[in-house]
Nanobody, 129 residues
């Protein structure tokens, strides 16, 4: 009964900031790789950021479009994943989804939606110019 619930979405002006949260339950949170994805109507879901832990080392991946502006992090004690979004642009407007993968996968796959087993319902982010 893995459950992921996103929150923190909303409407902001271009250049603003927003922090998304993903509350996880029903599994050992620290053992999962986690990612943030986004999707707009009529387009495929795209990877935004991912965080994986191996042997105590945390590695992150970001799409080129958000590199330097977004930061993914997690709080294992709270079973929560975060996405800090700064310098938001209108093209960041999308439904944002939290996803979990219960095993290690190579970096090249971490921003692809297909390997992920669990998904949240999404939270809408709208950035106006």
């Amino acid at each position: 009964q893995v459950q992921l619930v996103e929150s923190g979405g909303g409407s902001v002006q271009a250049g603003g900031s927003l922090r998304l949260s993903c509350a996880a339950s029903g599994y050992t949170f620290s053992r999962y790789g986690m990612g943030w994805f986004r999707q707009v109507p009529g387009k495929e879901r795209e990877g935004v950021a991912a965080l994986y832990v191996s042997s105590g080392l945390s590695t992150t991946s970001y799409s080129d479009s958000v590199q330097g502006r977004f930061t993914i992090s997690r709080d294992n004690a709270k079973n929560t994943l975060y996405l800090q979004m700064n310098s938001l642009k209108p093209e960041d407007t999308a439904m944002y989804y939290c996803a979990a993968k219960p095993s290690w996968i190579p970096g090249a796959q971490r921003l692809q939606p297909q390997p992920y087993n669990y998904w949240g319902q999404g939270t809408q982010v709208t950035v106006s110019s």
